[in-house]
């Protein structure tokens, strides 16, 4: 509990948010990370997921262990209106929360299609997930609770490359292919009007990030901590450990990365949380980049307006 406190206060010293009642707006965008956690299960942090709001529109991006259940926390009426879902790449992680989205949004009332974009494999993904789960929608479908038949059928559209994959209105979403291996994974630029908001998705470190966050609002960035990295190397063998590391920014890769995009706010996620390992984590930073940088938590919500940044730390 006293950790608790301390981070708070400093967060809000740190970013000086103004009272409620002082931001009445809605602002253009609204951004609240669901799950700030890395493959390791957490009691504190869910896996990979952040939602983006753009007044009625709901995106989200990845969809890791616990989603729905950070989604029901802040806001139990989302879960059936949530229908566009970016994935920055397929490992297990950031997709094993996709079935309780899928059948749980349609058996509360979604009633279009789960249409999700994500690189190649995706469409095989959502198919084998049908078949997996056949019985439980043959078992509903014939007890007509939903009734909705459209609401179960996912629409999917493979990223292939750079670009914009979605537009309506002043809303649009651009993909750009980041360094993950040998593994197909994207990162994504959202913009709406003045603002803009990139997720970096899982990578090694990349001009890429620089040619599409330079002078974004806020920038999420996802790093391997430097108490990850000492995991990584304690319970892998040192050329396991060495490819799993290659495949990440380390804390000084995303201080350079940062250095060159300059983003309004920088946030941290996909990474270990709490006291100790967010101080190790934002002195490596430290060492690179001297802009506004902060490591995010579960529920985490950032408003995003023309010129200022608002962020409400979790309760």
């Excluded at 608790?4 to 009272?19: C, N, Y």
């Excluded at 997720?199 to 002078?215: K, M, N």
Aim: hydrophobic share 45%; proline share 6%.
């Amino acid at each position: 509990m006293a950790e608790r406190l301390r981070w708070l206060g400093a967060a809000l010293l740190a970013f000086a948010a103004p009272a409620a009642s002082a931001e009445p707006e809605t602002p253009p965008l609204r951004i609240v990370i669901l799950g700030s956690g890395t493959p390791v299960p957490s009691r504190t942090q869910a896996g990979t997921a952040i939602l983006v709001q753009a007044g009625a529109d709901n995106l989200l991006f990845d969809c890791g262990r616990g989603c729905t259940t950070r989604l029901a926390q802040y806001d139990p009426a989302l879960l059936p209106r949530i229908d566009r879902l970016f994935l920055t790449h397929l490992h297990s992680d950031h997709v094993v929360g996709i079935p309780d989205l899928w059948l749980n949004g349609w058996t509360q009332g979604r009633a279009e299609s789960l249409r999700v974009w994500g690189p190649k494999g995706s469409g095989a993904m959502m198919a084998g997930l049908r078949k997996a789960f056949a019985a439980d929608i043959g078992y509903r479908r014939a007890d007509g609770i939903p009734a909705s038949d459209v609401g179960i059928a996912p629409a999917v559209t493979t990223v292939r490359g750079d670009g914009v994959i979605y537009r309506k209105g002043d809303l649009s979403v651009t993909a750009f292919a980041v360094e993950h291996g040998d593994i197909p994974a994207f990162g994504y630029r959202i913009d709406r009007g003045d603002v803009s908001v990139l997720i970096s998705g899982d990578t090694a470190a990349t001009p890429q990030l620089a040619r599409y966050g330079r002078g974004v609002d806020v920038a999420l960035i996802e790093v391997a901590s430097p108490p990850m990295t000492a995991y990584v190397r304690r319970s892998f063998s040192a050329a396991q450990a060495q490819k799993i590391l290659a495949l990440h920014l380390g804390a000084e890769d995303a201080g350079d990365a940062l250095a060159d995009m300059k983003p309004g706010l920088a946030l941290y996620y996909h990474s270990v949380a709490g006291e100790a390992a967010d101080a190790a984590l934002l002195a490596a930073t430290r060492t690179r980049y001297g802009g506004r940088v902060a490591v995010g938590r579960d529920l985490m919500a950032i408003a995003v307006y023309p010129g200022r940044v608002v962020v409400d730390p979790p309760d």
